[in-house]
C-alpha cells in the first residue's frame, strides 16, 4: 500500500543543457495485501474480516444470508438427500450444501433441483458422490453472499506497533476511501491457500492516530487453510464432476479506476466498472473434457470446497463458465502429460449470478 504520483518534466530545450522544471500531476493510492485463507468466525464483540471483504469485493447487494436449520435423521442416494417435510422454502436451488451420511467425511454439494410428493422433500445435488444413507444423514445449509452492484468503501488503517506510539500523531497510516478492486484465489501442490487482495485508494495520510480495535482471536481459533487435507471438492463441468488438479487459481476483479479532472489533486471520485472472474487450472492427462469443452465452447462450472481441521468450510462456486483455453503439455522423457485450462466466468442463465462464496461453521 501507497502512494504514487505522475511526474513531467519540462520539454524546453536549453543552451546550458539543464532541466527547466518538474511538475507534479495527479497522484492515487492504493495496492495489493497477500496472506493466507483462515476461517475466523465473528463473535459479539469481533468481526470477520474475510467476511467482510468477501462481501465488499463482490458488491453483494445483502449481508450474508441467515442459513437454514440443519436437517438431520435423512436418507440419501449418491446424487440426492430425502426426509420428511423438511426442506421447506428456504431451501433454493443453486444453494450450498453440507452432507454428511452417518460417520463418512462431510460433503459439498449444490442443489439442482428440488421436488418430492406425498409429504417426502427431496434434494438432487451435485456433484454427488455420497453414500447411501437411511435415517442417519445429516444435511447443513451453507451461509452466502454473491456477486451485486453496492459499492462499499473502507478506511485501512497500518499501523507500525514496533515503532513509539505515544498519542496523536502515532506512527500510523491511513488509506481513506479504499475500495476492493480484485481478489486472488491460489492453491498449488503442499502448501498453504493464498489470498491476495487489490485496492484501490483515494489517498494515503501519515500520522494519524491508530484507531482502537477489539481484542483478536486466541491462537488456537486460527486454522489455514492448506492444499492437502483441507481441499474437499474441485469439481468441474455440467453437471459437475469431481477430478484432482495441481493447480488451481481464480481471480476477481471489479475494474474500477479513478477519475481525475483538471485542478483537481487525486481522485475526484471512483468509475466502478463491471465485474470479471477468471482462472486457470491443471491436472494430469487422464481424458479430454477440458479439450471437448474448449473446442465445442460448451459452457461448464467451477465449484472448489475448503475446509479446516476444526471443520470450518467455504466454497467458491461459479456456476457458468466457458474454458477459453484448454492444451495438453508433456516435457518429454519421465514427465507426466498434463492438461492447462484458462476459464472465465459469465451470469448463470440458470441461476442468475456470476459467483458466489459460502461458508459452513463447524
Known sequence: MARSAQYFESRIVRSDRETQDIVRGTFSAGGTIGGEL?????????????????????????????PEADVTTADSTATSVTKTTSFGAGWVVGDVVRVTVGTNAPKYQVITAKGGSGGTSVLTLSPGGLATGTGNVTVEHGSYVKNGI???????????????????????????????????????????????????????VDDVSIPSVSAGYAASSYRVFDSVSSVKAFAEGSPLATFTATQLSLELTNNINPRTEIAVEGASSMRIGSLGVSGSFTRYFADNAQLAA?????????????????????????????????????????????????WRAKKSATYGETFRITRFDA
Open 294 to 342: 474448449f473446442k465445442a465452447n460448451t459452457e461448464t462450472a467451477i465449484f472448489v470446497a475448503l475446509q479446516d481441521s476444526l471443520g470450518n468450510g467455504l466454497v467458491f462456486w461459479a456456476p457458468s463458465v466457458v474454458i477459453q483455453g484448454a492444451s495438453r503439455t508433456g516435457g518429454g522423457k519421465d514427465t507426466d502429460i498434463e492438461v492447462q485450462a484458462n
Open 38 to 66: 483462515l476461517y475466523r468466525k465473528p463473535t459479539s464483540t469481533t468481526t470477520n474480516a474475510y467476511d467482510d471483504w468477501f462481501r465488499y469485493v463482490l458488491f453483494s447487494n445483502a449481508d450474508w444470508t441467515t
Open 150 to 204: 453496492t459499492a462499499q468503501s473502507m478506511v485501512i488503517t497500518r499501523a507500525f506497533n514496533d515503532l513509539p506510539n505515544t498519542g496523536s500523531p502515532d506512527q500510523a497510516t491511513e488509506y481513506p476511501g479504499s475500495y476492493l478492486n480484485g481478489m486472488t484465489l491460489e492453491l498449488s501442490t503442499g502448501g498453504p491457500v493464498r489470498m491476495g487482495w487489490s485496492i484501490v485508494s483515494y489517498d494515503e
